[in-house]
Nanobody
Framework: QVQLVESGGGLVQVGGSLRLSCEAS????????MAWFRQASGKEREFVAG????????RYADSVKGRFTISRVNVKKAVYLQMNSLKPEDTAVYYC?????????????????WGQGTQVTVSS
C-alpha cells in the first residue's frame, strides 16, 4: 500500500529555514500529485503547497508564497518543501499527502494518502 514518511521538522528561530522531505513507497506510477498541508494546534488542517505529476505545476497558499518552495524528484518518489523566512504562525504539524487526482487540489479531502506528520516550531 502507499506509505508516506516525512522528515526534516524541528525547532527554528524566526527568519530561519527548514527543508521538509517526504518519501513515498507503494506508488505504482509517477501520476500522483503531491502536496503539503499543515495543522496548527486548535486549528483545521490547511493547504500549504502542491505540485503536479511531473513538477510542471505548483500551487501555494497565499500565506507562504515567496517564502516556501515545493519540489519533487520522481526517481526518488520524494517531495520537498523548502521553507524560508519562517514566522511563528508557521508553527504546525506538517503533513505530506498524495493521490492520483487531476490538477493540484487544495482541499484535504482530495487526498487519500497521508504521512504521519512532522512538527515545525518557529520560536520568537
Amino acid at each position: 500500500q502507499v506509505q508516506l514518511v516525512e522528515s526534516g521538522g524541528g525547532l527554528v528561530q524566526v527568519g530561519g529555514s527548514l527543508r521538509l522531505s517526504c518519501e513515498a513507497s507503494g506508488l505504482t506510477s509517477d501520476y500522483y500529485n503531491m502536496a503539503w498541508f499543515r495543522q496548527a494546534s486548535g486549528k483545521e488542517r490547511e493547504f500549504v503547497a502542491g505540485v503536479s505529476w511531473f513538477g510542471t505545476n505548483t500551487r501555494y497558499a497565499d500565506s507562504v508564497k515567496g517564502r516556501f518552495t515545493i519540489s519533487r524528484v520522481n526517481v526518488k518518489k520524494a517531495v520537498y518543501l523548502q521553507m524560508n523566512s519562517l514566522k511563528p504562525e508557521d508553527t504546525a504539524v506538517y503533513y505530506c499527502a498524495t493521490d492520483q487526482i487531476a490538477g493540484v487540489q487544495t482541499t484535504s479531502d482530495s487526498y487519500h494518502y497521508w504521512g504521519q506528520g512532522t512538527q515545525v516550531t518557529v520560536s520568537s
